[in-house]
Protein backbone atom coordinates (compact mmCIF):
# COMPACT_ATOMS: atom_id res chain seq x y z
CA UNK A 1 0.00 0.00 0.00
CA UNK A 2 1.66 3.78 -1.06
CA UNK A 3 1.64 5.83 2.02
CA UNK A 4 -0.80 8.33 2.68
CA UNK A 5 -0.04 12.07 2.85
CA UNK A 6 -1.99 14.86 4.87
CA UNK A 7 -1.25 18.34 2.76
CA UNK A 8 -2.83 21.29 4.50
CA UNK A 9 -3.08 24.24 2.14
CA UNK A 10 -2.53 21.98 -1.08
CA UNK A 11 -4.40 24.22 -3.12
CA UNK A 12 -2.36 26.54 -2.63
CA UNK A 13 1.12 27.91 -4.42
CA UNK A 14 3.50 25.78 -3.08
CA UNK A 15 0.99 23.00 -1.90
CA UNK A 16 -0.16 22.23 -5.25
CA UNK A 17 3.12 21.50 -6.82
CA UNK A 18 4.13 19.50 -3.81
CA UNK A 19 0.58 17.36 -4.39
CA UNK A 20 1.32 16.75 -7.84
CA UNK A 21 5.42 15.94 -6.80
CA UNK A 22 4.33 13.26 -4.38
CA UNK A 23 1.51 12.13 -6.42
CA UNK A 24 4.60 11.34 -8.63
CA UNK A 25 6.38 9.61 -6.48
CA UNK A 26 3.01 7.20 -5.90
CA UNK A 27 2.01 8.97 -2.37
CA UNK A 28 -1.60 8.98 -1.87
CA UNK A 29 -2.32 12.47 -0.91
CA UNK A 30 -5.28 13.96 1.41
CA UNK A 31 -5.48 17.74 1.04
CA UNK A 32 -7.39 20.07 3.34
CA UNK A 33 -7.68 23.48 2.37
CA UNK A 34 -10.72 25.87 2.68
CA UNK A 35 -9.63 28.00 -0.17
CA UNK A 36 -9.75 31.19 1.86
CA UNK A 37 -6.08 32.09 -1.05
CA UNK A 38 -7.04 30.10 -3.61
CA UNK A 39 -9.48 28.57 -5.96
CA UNK A 40 -11.13 25.26 -6.27
CA UNK A 41 -10.08 25.27 -10.28
CA UNK A 42 -6.43 23.97 -8.73
CA UNK A 43 -7.72 20.84 -7.90
CA UNK A 44 -8.26 20.40 -11.86
CA UNK A 45 -4.94 21.50 -12.64
CA UNK A 46 -3.68 19.28 -10.27
CA UNK A 47 -5.65 16.18 -11.74
CA UNK A 48 -4.68 17.09 -15.53
CA UNK A 49 -0.96 17.01 -14.86
CA UNK A 50 -0.75 13.80 -12.96
CA UNK A 51 -4.14 12.28 -14.25
CA UNK A 52 -5.15 11.84 -10.54
CA UNK A 53 -7.71 13.24 -8.35
CA UNK A 54 -6.88 13.77 -4.70
CA UNK A 55 -8.90 13.45 -1.99
CA UNK A 56 -10.53 17.37 -1.05
CA UNK A 57 -11.38 17.87 2.63
CA UNK A 58 -12.89 21.80 2.43
CA UNK A 59 -12.55 22.94 6.02
CA UNK A 60 -11.02 25.50 7.96
CA UNK A 61 -7.89 23.96 10.32
CA UNK A 62 -9.12 26.58 13.12
CA UNK A 63 -12.25 24.57 14.20
CA UNK A 64 -10.24 22.13 16.30
CA UNK A 65 -13.78 19.78 16.41
CA UNK A 66 -12.93 18.91 12.47
CA UNK A 67 -9.08 18.59 12.42
CA UNK A 68 -10.35 15.13 15.56
CA UNK A 69 -12.87 14.41 13.01
CA UNK A 70 -10.57 14.36 10.56
CA UNK A 71 -7.83 12.07 11.59
CA UNK A 72 -10.84 9.66 12.84
CA UNK A 73 -11.86 9.39 9.36
CA UNK A 74 -8.72 8.94 7.89
CA UNK A 75 -6.64 7.02 10.58
CA UNK A 76 -3.97 5.47 7.89
CA UNK A 77 -2.78 9.08 7.58
CA UNK A 78 1.44 8.17 7.55
CA UNK A 79 2.75 12.02 6.86
CA UNK A 80 1.66 15.63 7.39
CA UNK A 81 2.95 18.84 5.13
CA UNK A 82 1.73 21.59 6.86
CA UNK A 83 1.31 24.74 4.27
CA UNK A 84 -1.80 26.17 5.52
CA UNK A 85 -1.23 29.39 6.76
CA UNK A 86 -1.97 33.18 6.36
CA UNK A 87 0.85 34.83 4.43
CA UNK A 88 0.99 38.15 4.12
CA UNK A 89 3.60 40.03 5.92
CA UNK A 90 1.51 43.87 5.42
CA UNK A 91 -2.20 42.30 6.33
CA UNK A 92 -0.43 40.87 9.98
CA UNK A 93 0.67 43.60 10.79
CA UNK A 94 -2.40 45.21 10.52
CA UNK A 95 -4.89 42.26 11.96
CA UNK A 96 -2.23 40.51 14.17
CA UNK A 97 -5.11 38.40 15.90
CA UNK A 98 -6.02 37.01 12.24
CA UNK A 99 -2.31 35.54 11.93
CA UNK A 100 -1.35 33.80 15.45
CA UNK A 101 -5.13 32.19 15.30
CA UNK A 102 -4.78 30.94 11.69
CA UNK A 103 -1.11 30.07 11.64
CA UNK A 104 -0.53 28.88 14.92
CA UNK A 105 -4.15 27.56 16.22
CA UNK A 106 -4.24 25.01 13.42
CA UNK A 107 -1.04 24.06 13.79
CA UNK A 108 -1.24 23.38 17.72
CA UNK A 109 -4.91 21.61 16.70
CA UNK A 110 -2.49 18.89 14.10
CA UNK A 111 -0.34 18.27 16.38
CA UNK A 112 -2.38 17.36 18.71
CA UNK A 113 -4.20 14.84 16.88
CA UNK A 114 -0.96 13.67 15.19
CA UNK A 115 0.60 12.82 18.85
CA UNK A 116 -1.82 10.44 19.65
CA UNK A 117 -0.18 8.35 16.63
CA UNK A 118 2.72 6.27 16.70
CA UNK A 119 5.86 7.70 15.56
CA UNK A 120 3.89 10.72 13.11
CA UNK A 121 6.11 12.42 10.54
CA UNK A 122 5.33 16.21 10.46
CA UNK A 123 7.12 18.60 7.75
CA UNK A 124 6.50 22.56 8.62
CA UNK A 125 6.38 25.35 5.88
CA UNK A 126 8.68 27.94 8.17
CA UNK A 127 10.73 31.04 6.14
CA UNK A 128 13.90 32.51 5.83
CA UNK A 129 12.23 35.46 8.02
CA UNK A 130 12.89 34.00 10.93
CA UNK A 131 16.61 34.98 10.50
CA UNK A 132 15.74 38.69 9.65
CA UNK A 133 19.19 40.40 8.25
CA UNK A 134 21.35 38.37 9.13
CA UNK A 135 25.07 39.23 9.83
CA UNK A 136 26.61 37.07 8.07
CA UNK A 137 25.67 35.46 4.28
CA UNK A 138 25.16 33.16 3.19
CA UNK A 139 22.65 32.39 5.71
CA UNK A 140 23.41 29.05 7.62
CA UNK A 141 20.96 27.16 9.82
CA UNK A 142 22.96 27.99 12.94
CA UNK A 143 22.67 31.90 12.00
CA UNK A 144 20.55 33.29 14.94
CA UNK A 145 17.22 33.61 15.06
CA UNK A 146 16.38 37.05 14.90
CA UNK A 147 13.58 39.05 17.03
CA UNK A 148 10.37 39.16 14.22
CA UNK A 149 9.69 42.18 12.26
CA UNK A 150 6.24 41.25 11.67
CA UNK A 151 3.38 39.08 12.83
CA UNK A 152 3.78 37.00 10.37
CA UNK A 153 7.32 36.08 10.93
CA UNK A 154 6.85 35.72 14.52
CA UNK A 155 4.21 32.72 13.94
CA UNK A 156 6.84 31.01 12.38
CA UNK A 157 9.50 31.72 15.07
CA UNK A 158 6.55 30.51 17.58
CA UNK A 159 5.58 27.80 14.97
CA UNK A 160 8.84 26.20 15.35
CA UNK A 161 9.29 26.19 18.72
CA UNK A 162 5.71 24.59 19.11
CA UNK A 163 7.30 21.15 17.15
CA UNK A 164 10.72 21.48 19.02
CA UNK A 165 9.22 21.27 22.05
CA UNK A 166 6.65 18.86 21.33
CA UNK A 167 9.40 16.77 19.98
CA UNK A 168 11.07 17.20 23.24
CA UNK A 169 8.50 15.98 25.10
CA UNK A 170 7.60 13.32 22.71
CA UNK A 171 10.75 11.18 21.45
CA UNK A 172 8.60 9.37 18.97
CA UNK A 173 7.17 12.23 17.37
CA UNK A 174 9.50 12.93 14.15
CA UNK A 175 9.29 16.75 12.36
CA UNK A 176 11.43 18.48 9.85
CA UNK A 177 11.00 22.27 9.23
CA UNK A 178 12.11 24.12 6.22
CA UNK A 179 13.18 27.43 5.65
CA UNK A 180 12.01 28.62 2.39
CA UNK A 181 13.46 31.51 1.07
CA UNK A 182 12.02 33.37 -2.47
CA UNK A 183 9.93 30.35 -3.95
CA UNK A 184 8.78 31.80 -7.17
CA UNK A 185 8.04 30.40 -11.04
CA UNK A 186 4.99 27.87 -11.60
CA UNK A 187 4.73 24.23 -13.15
CA UNK A 188 5.95 24.07 -16.42
CA UNK A 189 2.64 22.83 -17.82
CA UNK A 190 1.02 26.12 -16.91
CA UNK A 191 -1.80 24.19 -15.28
CA UNK A 192 -0.95 25.32 -12.06
CA UNK A 193 1.14 28.36 -10.75
CA UNK A 194 0.75 31.31 -8.01
CA UNK A 195 -2.17 32.86 -7.75
CA UNK A 196 -1.93 36.25 -5.84
CA UNK A 197 -5.17 37.49 -4.39
CA UNK A 198 -5.63 41.59 -4.73
CA UNK A 199 -2.36 43.47 -4.77
CA UNK A 200 1.03 40.82 -4.94
CA UNK A 201 3.02 41.26 -1.83
CA UNK A 202 6.18 39.96 -3.50
CA UNK A 203 7.91 40.89 -6.48
CA UNK A 204 7.65 38.07 -9.47
CA UNK A 205 3.68 38.33 -9.42
CA UNK A 206 3.79 42.33 -9.56
CA UNK A 207 6.80 41.48 -12.39
CA UNK A 208 4.52 39.72 -14.27
CA UNK A 209 0.78 41.17 -13.78
CA UNK A 210 2.94 44.77 -15.11
CA UNK A 211 3.99 42.93 -18.16
CA UNK A 212 0.78 41.63 -19.26
CA UNK A 213 -0.70 45.01 -18.57
CA UNK A 214 -2.74 44.27 -15.15
CA UNK A 215 -0.75 47.18 -13.47
CA UNK A 216 1.02 50.29 -15.25
CA UNK A 217 4.24 49.94 -13.63
CA UNK A 218 6.70 48.42 -11.43
CA UNK A 219 8.07 50.09 -7.87
CA UNK A 220 11.04 49.03 -7.21
CA UNK A 221 11.52 49.72 -3.57
CA UNK A 222 14.90 52.00 -3.10
CA UNK A 223 17.93 51.62 -5.12
CA UNK A 224 20.44 53.08 -2.03
CA UNK A 225 20.77 49.75 -0.19
CA UNK A 226 23.94 48.62 -0.11
CA UNK A 227 24.96 46.22 -2.71
CA UNK A 228 26.28 45.98 -6.26
CA UNK A 229 23.51 48.16 -8.06
CA UNK A 230 21.78 49.38 -4.29
CA UNK A 231 18.36 47.18 -4.27
CA UNK A 232 17.85 44.22 -2.84
CA UNK A 233 18.98 40.91 -2.65
CA UNK A 234 17.46 37.84 -2.46
CA UNK A 235 17.48 34.04 -2.85
CA UNK A 236 15.06 32.81 -5.57
CA UNK A 237 13.81 29.70 -5.91
CA UNK A 238 11.89 27.58 -8.39
CA UNK A 239 8.79 25.98 -6.78
CA UNK A 240 9.47 22.80 -8.23
CA UNK A 241 12.86 22.27 -7.16
CA UNK A 242 10.81 23.39 -3.57
CA UNK A 243 8.26 20.55 -4.06
CA UNK A 244 10.59 18.13 -4.69
CA UNK A 245 12.80 19.05 -1.30
CA UNK A 246 9.33 18.29 0.43
CA UNK A 247 9.48 14.32 -1.13
CA UNK A 248 13.02 14.02 -0.21
CA UNK A 249 12.29 15.65 3.35
CA UNK A 250 9.30 13.23 3.65
CA UNK A 251 11.06 10.35 2.58
CA UNK A 252 14.16 10.85 5.01
CA UNK A 253 11.26 10.95 7.81
CA UNK A 254 9.27 7.98 6.45
CA UNK A 255 12.37 5.94 5.99
CA UNK A 256 13.67 6.82 9.80
CA UNK A 257 16.46 8.71 8.23
CA UNK A 258 17.11 11.65 10.26
CA UNK A 259 19.69 12.57 12.97
CA UNK A 260 17.21 13.82 15.72
CA UNK A 261 13.82 13.58 16.07
CA UNK A 262 13.46 18.04 15.27
CA UNK A 263 15.62 18.95 12.14
CA UNK A 264 15.47 22.28 10.30
CA UNK A 265 16.57 22.53 6.33
CA UNK A 266 17.08 26.07 4.51
CA UNK A 267 15.68 25.70 1.10
CA UNK A 268 17.35 28.05 -1.53
CA UNK A 269 19.72 28.08 -4.35
CA UNK A 270 22.58 29.49 -2.42
CA UNK A 271 22.62 32.42 -4.84
CA UNK A 272 21.39 35.78 -4.39
CA UNK A 273 19.89 38.11 -6.74
CA UNK A 274 18.82 41.93 -7.09
CA UNK A 275 15.55 43.23 -7.59
CA UNK A 276 17.07 44.95 -11.33
CA UNK A 277 18.61 41.58 -12.03
CA UNK A 278 15.72 39.69 -11.61
CA UNK A 279 13.97 42.46 -14.39
CA UNK A 280 16.60 41.60 -16.36
CA UNK A 281 16.46 38.22 -16.59
CA UNK A 282 12.80 38.68 -16.95
CA UNK A 283 13.03 41.08 -20.00
CA UNK A 284 15.18 38.86 -21.60
CA UNK A 285 13.03 35.42 -21.25
CA UNK A 286 9.87 37.05 -22.00
CA UNK A 287 11.16 39.37 -24.57
CA UNK A 288 8.68 42.74 -22.87
CA UNK A 289 10.15 45.47 -21.87
CA UNK A 290 9.00 46.30 -17.86
CA UNK A 291 8.15 49.72 -17.05
CA UNK A 292 9.36 50.86 -13.70
CA UNK A 293 10.28 53.11 -11.57
CA UNK A 294 12.60 53.63 -8.36
CA UNK A 295 10.06 54.52 -5.18
CA UNK A 296 11.05 54.94 -1.62
CA UNK A 297 12.27 51.61 0.74
CA UNK A 298 9.61 49.66 1.60
CA UNK A 299 9.09 49.68 5.76
CA UNK A 300 10.92 46.29 6.97
CA UNK A 301 12.52 44.70 4.12
CA UNK A 302 16.30 43.82 4.64
CA UNK A 303 18.94 44.47 2.82
CA UNK A 304 19.99 41.07 1.39
CA UNK A 305 19.31 37.05 1.97
CA UNK A 306 20.43 33.76 0.49
CA UNK A 307 20.67 31.00 2.03
CA UNK A 308 23.75 28.37 2.79
CA UNK A 309 21.75 25.24 1.38
CA UNK A 310 25.42 22.93 2.29
CA UNK A 311 23.25 20.99 4.95
CA UNK A 312 20.41 20.69 2.58
CA UNK A 313 22.75 19.71 0.06
CA UNK A 314 24.43 16.98 1.96
CA UNK A 315 21.99 15.55 4.41
CA UNK A 316 18.75 15.69 2.51
CA UNK A 317 20.77 15.23 -0.63
CA UNK A 318 19.08 17.40 -2.50
CA UNK A 319 19.80 20.92 -4.43
CA UNK A 320 17.70 23.37 -6.48
CA UNK A 321 18.46 22.73 -9.86
CA UNK A 322 16.32 25.30 -11.98
CA UNK A 323 17.76 28.81 -12.98
CA UNK A 324 16.38 32.10 -12.28
CA UNK A 325 15.65 32.25 -16.24
CA UNK A 326 13.10 29.22 -16.39
CA UNK A 327 11.47 30.12 -12.79
CA UNK A 328 10.89 33.69 -14.23
CA UNK A 329 9.95 31.44 -17.82
CA UNK A 330 7.24 29.55 -15.82
CA UNK A 331 5.82 32.65 -14.24
CA UNK A 332 5.52 34.14 -17.43
CA UNK A 333 3.93 31.32 -18.97
CA UNK A 334 1.56 31.12 -16.08
CA UNK A 335 0.82 34.29 -16.40
CA UNK A 336 -0.35 34.30 -19.79
CA UNK A 337 -2.43 31.40 -19.05
CA UNK A 338 -4.35 32.84 -16.24
CA UNK A 339 -4.99 35.80 -18.63
CA UNK A 340 -6.29 33.64 -21.22
CA UNK A 341 -8.57 31.67 -18.80
CA UNK A 342 -9.77 35.37 -17.44
CA UNK A 343 -10.89 36.06 -21.20
CA UNK A 344 -12.63 32.89 -22.05
CA UNK A 345 -14.64 33.33 -18.37
CA UNK A 346 -15.68 36.78 -19.49
N1 LIG B 1 5.25 31.91 -0.77
C1 LIG B 1 6.26 32.36 -0.05
O1 LIG B 1 6.94 33.31 -0.43
C2 LIG B 1 6.62 31.68 1.28
C3 LIG B 1 7.88 31.90 1.84
C4 LIG B 1 8.20 31.29 3.06
C5 LIG B 1 7.25 30.49 3.70
N2 LIG B 1 6.01 30.32 3.12
C6 LIG B 1 5.01 29.50 3.82
O2 LIG B 1 4.68 28.41 2.99
C7 LIG B 1 3.32 28.03 3.19
C8 LIG B 1 2.61 27.98 1.85
O3 LIG B 1 2.73 29.24 1.21
P1 LIG B 1 2.03 29.54 -0.19
O4 LIG B 1 2.81 30.61 -0.84
O5 LIG B 1 1.78 28.30 -0.89
O6 LIG B 1 0.67 30.19 0.34
P2 LIG B 1 -0.81 30.05 -0.25
O7 LIG B 1 -1.61 31.12 0.40
O8 LIG B 1 -0.79 29.99 -1.73
O9 LIG B 1 -1.26 28.62 0.31
C9 LIG B 1 -1.77 28.42 1.59
C10 LIG B 1 -3.07 27.64 1.45
O10 LIG B 1 -3.58 27.37 2.75
C11 LIG B 1 -4.99 27.59 2.76
N3 LIG B 1 -5.36 27.95 4.13
C12 LIG B 1 -4.97 29.04 4.83
N4 LIG B 1 -5.49 29.01 6.06
C13 LIG B 1 -6.21 27.86 6.17
C14 LIG B 1 -6.99 27.27 7.20
N5 LIG B 1 -7.16 27.86 8.38
N6 LIG B 1 -7.59 26.08 6.96
C15 LIG B 1 -7.45 25.46 5.76
N7 LIG B 1 -6.73 25.99 4.75
C16 LIG B 1 -6.11 27.17 4.95
C17 LIG B 1 -5.22 28.68 1.73
O11 LIG B 1 -6.52 28.67 1.17
C18 LIG B 1 -4.14 28.39 0.68
O12 LIG B 1 -4.64 27.55 -0.35
C19 LIG B 1 2.74 29.04 4.18
O13 LIG B 1 2.82 28.48 5.46
C20 LIG B 1 3.70 30.21 4.06
O14 LIG B 1 3.73 30.96 5.24
C21 LIG B 1 5.68 30.89 1.92
Redesign the pocket.
Known amino acids: MNSKILV?????????HTVVALQEKGFEVVI???????SID?LGGITKISQKTPVFE??????KAKVKEFFEKHPDIDGVI??????AVGESVINPLLYYE??L??LIYLLKELNKKENPGFI??????VYGQAKDLPITEDAPVKKAESP?GN??QIGEEIIADTCKANPGFRAISL??????GAHPSAEIG???IGTPQ?LIPFITQTAIGEREELSVFGDDYPTPDGTCIRDYIHVMDLARAHVVALERLMENKEETNYEVFNLGTGKGNSVLEVIKSFEKVSGVKLPYKITDRREGDITAAYADTTKANDELNWKANLSLDEALDSAWKWQKEVKRRTETEN
Open positions: TGGLGFIGSIDNLSNTVNFDLRDHFAASKNNASFSSSCTYTKRYFNPIELPN
